[in-house]
């Protein structure tokens, strides 16, 4: 059964953890220094918030975890039939956790990933470039890419 995740860059992550534990009605199932995750159930999401040096504020990334690796090369499968180039990333560590996955970005720029998780790890992790899949990509992003913040230009046009 595939997952959704999301990760969300913030500016306070004791602050952020006390709201998203209030809104999800859960505690996180992995805090760090930097970096919070809840693992739910209802909905089905793989939520993450991080701070400082690994996250732009807001939106980071969004991507599809999976269980096991069969469903991992279908989800692959269909990133390949996308006609978009795919960033195959392979083994990493990555949220503290290992991981095997790999990246792919819409036609707007907005980055994905797929991945299946098979380990903890006891550091954040890096990230391959993925300036290269989109011009939202921040050069030396860690493990998502920091998203650039449009300009406001008032509602509805």
């Known amino acids: 059964m595939k997952r959704l995740y999301v990760h969300v860059g913030v500016a306070d992550l004791d602050k952020s953890i ?4 209030t809104l999800f009605g859960a505690e996180p199932t ?3 220094a930097d970096y919070a995750k809840w693992m739910l159930e209802d909905p089905r999401v793989n939520f993450a918030i991080s ?3 690994h996250a732009a504020k807001g939106i980071e990334n969004l991507g599809i975890q999976v269980e096991t690796a069969e469903e991992l090369t279908e989800v692959y499968g269909r990133l390949k039939s996308a006609d978009r180039p795919v960033l195959e990333e392979g083994a990493t560590t990555c949220c ?3 991981s ?3 990246w792919i970005a819409d036609p707007d720029g907005v980055i ?5 998780t098979n380990g903890e790890a006891t550091v954040y992790g890096d990230s391959p470039a993925l300036s290269a899949l989109s011009d939202n990509a921040a050069a030396d992003a860690r493990c998502a890419p920091a998203m ?3 300009e ?3 509602c509805c046009g």
């Open 51 to 53: 701070s400082s040096n």
């Open 18 to 21: 006390g709201f998203y534990s």
């Open 148 to 150: 650039t913040v449009p």
């Open 100 to 102: 095997e996955k790999s």
């Open 112 to 116: 994905w990933e797929a991945f299946h």
């Open 30 to 32: 992995v805090t760090k």
């Open 152 to 154: 406001a230009t008032g």
């Open 96 to 98: 503290y956790a290992k």
